[in-house]
């Protein structure tokens, strides 16, 4: 099996809407975790965190989780991080529709 | 049911002012989340996995059918369409934006409702028996006392910062206990002593990591004394309970550190300065609020319990629904109809706006517009005519509310879990969908009979977990969702908590390993009649570890 | 040098504060108003009954104020502490003191006091606020016309079942 290589990705949640983020390359926030920026070291996204922190009025509470990288998907190894990747996994979201 | 007056209705909205300059504060960067975190946790506001979260106050359970078509109509708006029953009788809405959230509060403070204390380290929503006022056992309708209650918690100056949070519960049924009385930080059982109505007072219990029954402090209070009471035993709780670690914070873990007798004894001598002030109840306004809570216009009708008993007897599925979500009512006449929020997949407790709707029309057409919210996550109609139960049946049906399995092992509590909740180690939602699958069969949930099964996504217990019956825990294995399986408890007057008999279980091979809990119940159980956790307490838990992790064969199923 | 007061809040106006605060192992100046640590209260009872001045006593939340009841009468205003906004014991030291010892002179907030908790406090029986470094005082007033409805009695006897 090939090795997976390790990255590092910046999340929070959107202050305004409360939606998962996730750290562009240039800075801006994406919602899909494909549009985020693999950091190659830990020490690296740690440093970016710091950076980040200070505005508050647009992200809430970022921090640093580590994924999986083959090629260019990036794949969050946790399932708390998989479940914010790809939302709720619950087959109906609206009960009324659980007769159709 | 209790309504507003000008001082009530201005409150709400002064509060819903307040949040919305704090919200711009936050917006405008004036505020850190540090700083306001606290601010919108105490407007039940939490940021979750995916959104944020607003958790809207049901006190005690009662809701208007106008209330809930608002509770429709924000959700259609503001949200994705859909809202979550909780345990605590209260709803949560999953996706608000924060914009938005004081728009929600103007648009409930327009039907008596807020969102206030619904989180926090203070006295949160005061709960009590879904079918109080209607239930034949009773000795008076509790809710005068929950309002009561209700209004000297709200905005209590002193009781804001408690070392973590606070819910009273009312019981007014001795040993019928339907408000899990016994887990929570104080319990009040309505009683009678030498011919006086007063209360028991029973504090300590909870839930969350450490299971704790609570204890009696007080056997007998007089009711003018309920406030002053519990002030007092809120005062040496806010003093003298444990700030320094979360986990040891509530007042459970101080009324064991102190022991009961010792606990007892303060609360006794602070009482005694406080119980003849202003905080005495008096007669006419206790009285006022009893008039509040008066019965609605019934009919004048002869008792219909020959006519429920005849409904029932049938085979199809009105009867068993009559079974199974009907019960008599104080009335001549009417019946007290359990609405299941658990048909099988969905999402335990949840509702769509649609059918919010509807059950607001349903409700004016055959509950005189009363609905309420029982803690294992279902609606009740506390006033139908008896003779109406077939028509409400069909209607009920169209909406998917009727499915008839209340007290049944697919009637569960289930928690947000992974799916939703920030705290969450595992997923719950899709364990309850797979087990209301598995398990469909309405012929063998029957044959099984009494069960509650609850399932928490974590420690924290908010599925109560450790009083099902059969109680499921969500724990994180090395990032992998697992599952931990514990018998025997029980939320009712006869109170116990679960136990843990092994090693947990993965995700696929949970529901395999309740099924073979039920076929180890079925083979040993004296008989039919004989519930789960009779059975369970009679043959204790050897046998069922056995099945779960010693590969013991029993008699097969289908031979019982 | 002149004299730079702090301003405070006090019956719910922003005047300058007439009392400094001396820290433990500072000397006690001659006159003026001070307010010592309970610990010195206890330890130089004497030096500090002898001054001129008027003289605070600055409480910890973990005190029970029933252990200076007897005292009571020789302090011109109280301090209490809120190491953080949302440690609540001050509330209740605050409250024991006005409604159950009968303390009738200032009793003030100091340490993490904000804006949104200010109402509280007043209603608990403080008087007077330090507001935390940093936050600004006049957006502090602002807090106590938040929310005019009270549905019990603390201090004050205003609660709504009175008044319906
Ligand atoms: S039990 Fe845990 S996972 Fe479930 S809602 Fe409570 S905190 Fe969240």
């Known amino acids: 099996m090939p090795n997976v290589p390790t990255c590092y990705v910046i999340t929070g949640s959107l202050t305004e809407e409360g939606l998962v983020a996730y750290l562009r390359a240039d800075g801006t926030w994406a919602s899909s975790i494909a549009d985020a920026h693999p950091f190659e070291s830990e020490a690296e996204a740690e440093a970016r965190l710091a950076e980040v922190k200070g505005a508050e009025s647009i992200i809430t509470e970022p921090y640093v989780f580590a994924a999986e990288r083959s090629g260019d998907t990036i794949r969050p190894t946790s399932a708390r991080e998989i479940l914010r990747a790809e939302g709720p996994s619950t087959r109906l979201r609206r009960p009324d529709h659980a007769a159709s | ?560 | 040098m002149a004299t730079c007061f702090m301003q405070i809040i006090r019956n719910r106006k922003i005047v300058d504060d007439d009392f400094v605060t001396v820290p433990n192992d500072a000397a006690l100046p001659e006159s003026g108003n001070i307010f010592v640590s309970l610990e010195r209260w206890r330890s130089e009872r004497d030096r500090l009954s002898a001054r001129s001045g008027k003289l605070g006593v600055i409480l910890q939340n973990t005190v029970d104020p029933r252990e200076i009841a007897d005292d009571l009468a020789t302090f011109d205003a109280i301090a209490v502490h809120f190491p953080i906004y949302r440690d609540g014991r001050a509330f209740s030291v605050a409250r024991i003191l006005r409604q159950r010892l009968g303390y009738e002179r200032e009793i003030r907030a100091v340490g993490n006091v904000l804006r949104d908790q200010i109402l509280f406090m007043e209603r608990c029986g403080f008087d007077a606020y330090q507001v935390a470094d940093g936050k600004s005082i006049e957006s502090a007033l602002g807090g106590f016309e938040d929310l005019t409805v009270t549905y019990q009695d603390a201090i004050d006897a205003r609660s709504v079942p009175r008044q319906r």
């Open chain 2, 1 to 560: 049911m209790y309504t507003y007056d000008e001082y009530d209705q201005k409150l709400v909205r002064e509060r819903a002012a307040q949040f919305r300059g704090q919200v711009e504060r936050r917006l405008s960067g004036e505020l850190t989340e540090n700083e306001f975190k606290p601010l919108r946790l105490q407007n039940g506001l939490y940021l979750q996995l995916h959104a944020y979260m607003l958790r809207i106050a049901i006190p005690y359970g009662v809701l208007s059918s106008t209330q809930m078509r608002k509770l429709a109509e924000v959700s259609r708006t503001y949200d994705r369409g859909y809202g979550h029953f909780t345990t605590r009788q209260n709803l949560q809405l999953n996706w608000p934006k924060l914009e938005d959230v004081p728009k929600i509060l103007d648009e409930l403070a327009e039907v008596e409702m807020h969102a206030i204390q619904t989180s926090g380290n203070c006295i949160r929503n005061i709960t009590t028996d879904p079918l109080a006022g209607v239930a034949r056992d009773e000795l008076e309708d509790p809710r005068p006392f929950c309002e009561i209650t209700r209004q000297w918690s709200t905005f209590h100056p002193e009781f804001a910062f408690l070392p973590r949070k606070f819910k009273i519960a009312f019981n007014a049924s001795g040993d019928n206990d339907r408000a899990a009385m016994k887990y929570h930080d104080i319990g009040v059982k309505i009683v009678d002593r030498d011919g006086e109505r007063g209360f028991e007072i029973w504090v300590g219990g909870g839930m969350g990591r450490t299971p704790v029954i609570s204890k009696l402090i007080r056997e007998f209070l007089p009711r003018e004394h309920l406030i002053s009471y519990l002030e007092a035993v809120l005062r040496v709780y806010n003093q003298l309970g444990r700030r320094d670690n979360i986990y040891k914070a509530r007042i459970k873990i101080l009324v064991n550190e102190t022991g009961p007798d010792e606990f007892r004894r303060l609360v006794e001598a602070e009482w005694e300065d406080t119980k003849e002030s202003s905080l005495r109840l008096d007669e006419a306004e206790i009285e006022r609020m009893r008039g509040f809570f008066s019965a609605p216009d019934y009919e004048s009708l002869p008792s219909s319990d020959e006519l429920l008993g005849q409904i029932r007897s049938g085979d199809g599925a009105l009867a068993r629904w009559a079974r199974n979500n009907v019960v008599v009512h104080k009335q001549p006449g009417y019946s007290a109809v359990t609405l299941s929020l658990k048909e099988p997949g969905t999402p335990p407790g949840d509702l769509s706006d649609s059918q919010m709707d509807t059950v607001a029309d349903l409700a004016d057409t055959y509950s005189f517009g009363e609905i309420s919210v029982t803690h294992i996550q279902n609606l009740v109609f506390p006033h139908v005519k008896t003779s109406e139960l077939e028509s409400l049946h069909a209607d009920l049906v169209a909406l998917g509310l009727a499915t008839p399995n209340i007290g049944r092992i697919n009637d569960m509590i289930c928690c947000p879990g992974l799916d939703f909740c920030n705290l969450a180690n595992a997923r719950s939602i899709p364990i309850a969908q797979e087990i209301t699958e598995r398990f469909e069969d309405i012929d063998y949930q029957d044959d099984l009979g009494e069960l509650a099964l609850k399932i928490s996504g974590c420690i924290n217990a908010c599925g109560h977990h450790h009083v099902g019956h059969i109680g499921i825990l969500g724990i994180d294995k090395r990032g992998v969702e697992h599952y931990q399986l514990m018998l025997g408890g029980s939320a009712g007057d006869d109170a116990s908590i679960g136990k843990i008999l092994g090693r947990s279980f993965p995700a696929e091979e949970i529901v395999e390993a309740v099924e073979r809990v039920l076929k180890t119940y079925v083979d040993l159980r004296e008989s039919p009649e004989e519930a789960f956790l009779q059975t369970f307490r009679r043959v204790g838990e050897d046998p069922f570890r056995d099945t779960l992790y010693g590969d013991v064969l029993y008699a097969d199923h289908s031979k019982s």
